[in-house]
Structures are given as structure tokens and as C-alpha cells.
């Protein structure tokens, strides 16, 4: 009887430690005082370090701010823990690439974000442009939909009505009296295309990259939410205290102040309007 009492003890005890370390494991999880927040050079890398980082640090938190230079690394090093959160990318892009390189990532807030915008060195107004004008735009299908949609919303092409807005592509297009001529271009390629060609489409964050002026576009797209960038975090920090925090600094004034005063031009998601 001695020797089952023991035994029931020392399994108590052995639960209760083990229970002890799940407490001290949710405990440190919510506690998590130190974050690393990723994000590609340039406009977005300034928003965390401008307009989020001291909100956090307010908040005590010592946010480093890592920088990539590519579109794969940010999603990587997320899913594997390298670092918290990353700002770089709309939820389109990361649910594709969620999707092909199996991870769980979710989108925590959207956040001002740079327009595509029409550029020219030729021209100083879209009604301007000439029978047979060249526009480079991008070779890729989400960022080619959107070079469209500009041109459809500035009434110098028409659509198939039936197309999904997001999904438009050169073969959806039915009317160009302008015989506007497509060049397809890698992203990167399209402000150095400006100097070549009558017209480009830039996307904001290359514009941006290139020093361009987003105040210098002749149109610049009435972007849906969709294609705004968004705050990515793993889909089981989400409802982490981090993550909550991370949002509220974003919803609040100090942010948009921040956006008003060094972001012009980025264009605001629909809550923030």
C-alpha cells in the first residue's frame, strides 16, 4: 500500500511540474517582449521603422527591423520562426505562396500602400497620347490585371464586362481606339522603361525604389483593398498579445499621422477612410 502511495505521489508531482512548465511556456509566449518584424527594402521597411517600431517600443517592446531584398525570403523566414511578422506583400501574393510552399500564414491588418501608377516622359497627360503609344507593363498576371484595370478606369480601353476585375488580362480586352501597344516587362525593368517607351506601369513599391514621385504619375490606380499590403503573421500568433498590439499601433493616430506626413500618395485601406 506504501509503495502504491508513492507512486501516485511521484506521479502527482511529475504532472504537476509538467503542468507548471505548460503555464511557464503559455506565460512566456504572452510575454514576448522582443520581436523581429521583416520587411523588403524600401517604403515598407520605413513604415515599420517609422510608423510601427516606436508605437511597439511605446508599448515595451525592442522591435528589430529585418530587411530582404527578395519576395521569397520574407514568407520563409516567417514560417520558420526567424522572424514574427513581415510587411511586403498583399494577401493575394501570400495565399499563393502560403498555399505552394505549405505554410500557415495569415493576414493581420491592411496598411496604406503605394499605387501602380502610369508614368511617362513623353507625355504630360493621358488624353495626350497618341494613336499606336507603347506602354511597358508587367509580365506577371496579378500586377498586369491591375495595369489594366488603370487604363480601363481612365476610359482608354474597354473589357469583357464578364472578367473578374482582378483576373484581367490582354485578351479580355475589347475596345482600344487608342491601338495602345503592350510591352510586357519584368517589374523591376518598368521604371528604366520610362525613358524608352511612350507610357509604363510602375507598381508603387518599384516606383518608389527607383525614387520616382508618386505625385508624378499621370493616373494612378484606384487600388482595392486586395492589393494593398497587408501585416503577415503565423496563423497561430494571431490572436497572440504581439500580434494585437501590432494591430492597434497601425489603428491608431500616430500611425496615420506618420503616413500623412512621409507617406504621400500611398493609397489608405477602406477602414481607414
Known sequence: MKKITSLLSICALALGLSACGNDDATTKTEDKKELKIGATTGPYADMVIEAIQPGL?????????????????????LGNGSIDANL????????????????????????????????????????????????????????????????????????????????????????????????????????????????????????IAAKMDLQDALALENMPDTYRNVVAVNTKDKDAQFAKDIKSVVESAEFEKVI????????????MK
Open 57 to 77: 517600443e511605446d508599448l515595451g517592446y525592442k522591435v528589430d527591423i529585418v530587411e530582404f531584398s527578395d519576395y521569397i525570403q520574407p514568407n520563409k523566414s
Open 88 to 207: 511586403f506583400q498583399h494577401k493575394v501574393y501570400m495565399d499563393n505562396f502560403a498555399k505552394e510552399h505549405d505554410l500557415e500564414l495569415s493576414d493581420l491588418i491592411i496598411v496604406p500602400t503605394a499605387p501602380m501608377g502610369i508614368y511617362s516622359t513623353e507625355y504630360k497627360s493621358l488624353a495626350d497620347i497618341k494613336d499606336g503609344a507603347t506602354i511597358a507593363v508587367p509580365n506577371d498576371p496579378v500586377n498586369l490585371s491591375r495595369a489594366l484595370k488603370v487604363l480601363l478606369d481612365e476610359g482608354l480601353i474597354d473589357v469583357d464586362p464578364d472578367v473578374d476585375p482582378l483576373r484581367i488580362s490582354e485578351k479580355d480586352v475589347t475596345k482600344n481606339p487608342k491601338n495602345i501597344q503592350f510591352e510586357p516587362l519584368e517589374s523591376a525593368q518598368l521604371p528604366r522603361a520610362t525613358d524608352s517607351v511612350d507610357l509604363s506601369a510602375v507598381p508603387g513599391n518599384f516606383a
Open 260 to 271: 500623412d506626413d512621409k507617406f504621400q500618395g500611398f493609397g489608405k485601406p477602406d477602414w
